[in-house]
């Protein structure tokens, strides 16, 4: 290991999905920072293991629209580290299209990803959470749970987000008694790749973004990470929870 990269001072494990790139890759270095040992997961192998590499962590290819392959990844990290402490459910993908226009296969390929494959690792990587009456997780929501999305429309990706917050509360109460914590990040507009797919290098809807947002800029990823950071090692009496780092939009 290069010693550029953090040592694993934190005996914990830590999983995250969607960690090759933009906010997962800067939630698996904040928590690699912390010394936590950090799994990265992306079904893009070669953006994933390149985050890996530079992080000091581990990569496994994973595709969280595959049940399968999220119950064998869990199996797969209790295996190789004999604990696994955090799961953060990063992975999702978004679509920009006028709800007459969305189609059934758009739909459900934007909740296969970003709902029910949320729900399938909360599932598998919760039951070695529950066996071992200890865990956290942290769910990554969006302010488009909160808000109808403009001047984009994406409703696909604002009910998969919305349900993705409400499992948390639900997962949180029915889990808390075994000692597991389920919270949610609701990221504002933040400067990654998927905001690419819904116009960031428009500069009419980047000015009407940025007016909306009280603090008048784009949040960083970084930002992002902090938080999640903090409500995954940090914030042990916070369980049910959403958190808005949204630079005051929904404050107005």
Not at 171 to 198: C, F, H, K, M, S
Request: with cysteine; aromatic share 6%; hydrophobic share 45%.
């Amino acid at each position: 290991m290069s010693e550029s990269h953090p040592r694993h001072t934190d005996e914990r494990v830590a999983v995250v999905t969607g960690a090759g790139q933009g906010i997962g890759r800067a939630i698996a270095a904040a928590l690699a920072a912390r010394g936590v040992r950090v799994v990265v997961t992306d079904r893009n192998a070669e953006t994933g293991t390149a985050a890996a590499k530079e992080l000091g962590g581990e990569f496994l290819p994973l595709d969280v629209s595959d049940p399968r392959a999220v119950a064998a990844a869990a199996d797969e990290v209790v295996r190789r580290f004999d604990r696994v402490d955090v799961l953060v459910n990063n992975a999702g993908i978004a679509h920009e299209d006028a709800a007459l226009d969305v189609s059934d296969e758009v739909w459900h390929r934007i909740l296969g990803v970003d709902l029910t494959g949320t729900f399938v690792a909360c599932r598998e990587f919760g039951r070695h959470f529950v066996r071992r009456r200890s865990g956290s997780i942290v769910n990554i929501s969006s302010i488009a749970a909160f808000i109808g999305s403009n001047p984009e429309y994406h409703v696909a990706y604002d009910v998969a987000k919305a349900g993705v917050a409400q499992m948390a509360r639900s997962l949180a109460v029915e889990w808390a008694q075994y000692g597991v914590r389920v919270n949610a990040i609701a990221p504002g507009r933040t400067r990654t790749p998927i905001l690419d797919t819904v116009g960031m290098n428009d500069p009419q809807r980047m000015t009407q973004w940025i007016d909306q947002i009280p603090m008048r800029r784009l949040l960083e990823a970084e930002e992002i990470a902090a938080a999640v950071a903090f409500v995954a090692l940090d914030a042990t009496a916070v369980t049910g929870q959403t958190l808005l780092v949204d630079g005051g939009q929904i404050a107005q």
